[in-house]
């Protein structure tokens, strides 16, 4: 007997597709502005100019539309860089999680979707899902330089891509320091010195 999909995973283009966009970008709003707890299904349907029926057939929790937003985010995130040079890949993609965490929308977009993951299920899996796909995107980097010979073989391309952004979050998250662009390059030149070493 055939399933129906659950509440906002279905990817279907038209009029549908514009109203998704709609509602994601004021789930993405009013989560900056006011974090997961305040995230009310009501209030975004008004936002996005969408009928409320819409939106609670569709999303049914804030946390599944938590998730879809994440699961959109993935889709649209940028691709890795291939410089042909590992250090400057992997600064790359430390600069490009600094310059994320650091914009004033993308930063506290980040920490409520983070908090919401915190006590609710399919935001967590969302979560997981987001920075599998961004961890899979930037391990290329890691895997081009095993086989061009500057890094050991059998580094694990996806520890080292996730040692680069680790410290960056830990700052976001943790200890509050300014994430500026020497951070970025400082958490790059960590994971690559570990992985020259053997360590990943």
């Not at 305040?38 to 975004?44: F, P, R, T």
């Not at 940028?78 to 914009?103: F, I, S």
């Not at 996730?162 to 979050?169: F, G, K, N, R, W």
Request: aromatic share 4%; with cysteine; glycine share 8%.
């Amino acid at each position: 007997m055939p399933t129906s999909p659950q509440p906002g995973t279905v990817r279907p283009g038209g009029r549908t597709a514009r109203v998704r966009e709609a509602v994601l970008r004021a789930a993405g709003d009013a989560l900056a502005e006011s974090g997961f707890a305040a995230l009310d299904l009501a209030e975004i349907a008004q936002r996005a100019g969408v009928g409320k029926t819409t939106v609670y057939r569709r999303w049914g929790t804030p946390g599944a539309l938590a998730a879809d937003l994440l699961d959109d985010m993935a889709e649209q995130s940028l691709p890795r860089a291939d410089t042909g040079d590992v250090a400057q890949d992997l600064r790359e993609n430390a600069r490009l999680v600094q310059r994320t965490l650091t914009d004033e929308r993308q930063g506290r977009l980040f920490k409520a979707l983070i908090a919401a993951s915190l006590c609710n299920e399919p935001a967590a899996a969302a979560l997981h899902r987001f920075y599998a796909t961004r961890i899979d995107a930037w391990a290329g980097c890691v895997t081009d330089a095993v086989t061009r010979g500057e890094l050991p073989s059998g580094t694990d391309p996806r520890r080292v891509i996730a040692a680069v952004s680790a410290p960056l979050y830990y700052a976001l998250l943790n200890t509050g320091e300014p994430l500026t662009q020497d951070s970025a390059d400082r958490a790059a030149a960590a994971a690559l010195a570990a992985a020259r070493a053997g360590v990943a």
